[in-house]
């Protein structure tokens, strides 16, 4: 199918939105556990996500370094046995997540043909 | 959607998943250091020239063109350019107003189901300089000193978009990057070889001289 249109379904913006984050997974019907990518200057975010995100979505940290392929396949590898990602910082992570988002599904698919499509789910946060 | 990875050879682009959700903590956001909100402008302002890119693109190469996502692209770049002198360090209305002026940018390259509304010939100014200098300075800086000197070749308003970088507390010159002259001269001439499928104002290259010409008039180099 080519696609017209591809977009966000849910954009959050205001003071403290980091809490919010639970409510968004709810909205989206995902369950299960998560990977928090977050860069170098963002760790102690992607800490207090997963710390907010508590029992109900249990989380990993994976701080990344560089924009290299590497450490898309590490994410990639680390997001394997996951329900959704979650990108904390900047373009950089962002990007990251969002590549290994696309790799991690084709290594899923390969290994589990008969298995259902899992939801998943990268979120951006613009925070430094 | 893409995304820009680097490699030994430079940085290329990678096949990327959208997003579900994108959540903004604008309070989070106002406590970084201003340079990488001043960064996040910078981006944006690009959109002016990678428009006038698209739409050279359109005219001289038959591109598809969307009139929908243009508009929506540029509004992203006017209102950074209208509020240039509003946007100050940590100061959450500021962080609001470029979150905003991001997710219209996003939207507009989600309709375009490509970058092309908000990269152009300043993102490959960028991206050589990535390649060519030693210690590159951040993306959203260097393409907004890329948008001052493509909008020049373009005949656009480059003063506008270099004052507007100014009183935002974004670099508008070499000297800002903490990049020497030269290699501006080269990333100047090397900007064809990215992404060389994208056409853009800088076409077949720029000679040595007019580089040189290009970077001085604008007052990037000295």
Known sequence: MKRWMLLPRIVVMEQDAIRDTADVLRELKLDGSGLIVCGQHTCSFGQQLAGILGNEYPAEVLIVGSASMDEVERVASRALDKNFVV?????????????????????????????????????????? | MRASIRFKEGPQSIEAQTPLAVIADTRIIAQAPHRLLAAGCGDIISNYTAVKDWELARKLRGEEFSEYAAALSLMSTEIILNAATQIKPNLEDSVRLVVKALV???????????????????????????????????????????????????????????????????????????????????????????????????????????????????????
């Open chain 1, 87 to 128: 990108a904390v910082g900047g373009g950089r992570t962002i990007d990251i997540a969002k590549i290994a988002s696309v790799r991690e599904f084709a290594v899923y698919q390969r290994a589990h043909s008969s298995k259902s499509r899992r939801n998943r789910f990268d979120a951006g946060f613009y925070t430094f």
């Open chain 2, 104 to 222: 219209s940018s996003s939207v507009a390259m989600s309709i375009a189901g490509s970058s092309r509304p908000a990269s152009g010939s300043e993102h490959k100014f960028s991206h050589a300089l990535d390649v060519k200098a030693p210690k590159p300075a951040l993306h959203g800086e260097q393409c907004g000193v890329g948008t001052i000197m493509m909008a020049y070749l373009h005949g656009g308003d480059w003063q506008r978009i270099r004052q507007s970088l100014q009183s935002i507390g974004a670099p508008v010159d070499a000297r800002g990057l903490g990049i020497k002259d030269q290699y501006i001269v080269e990333a100047l001439l090397y900007a064809k070889n990215v992404r060389p499928e994208r056409y853009t104002i800088l076409g077949e290259g720029l000679t040595r001289k007019a580089a040189e010409e290009l970077a001085k008039v604008t007052r990037v180099i000295e």
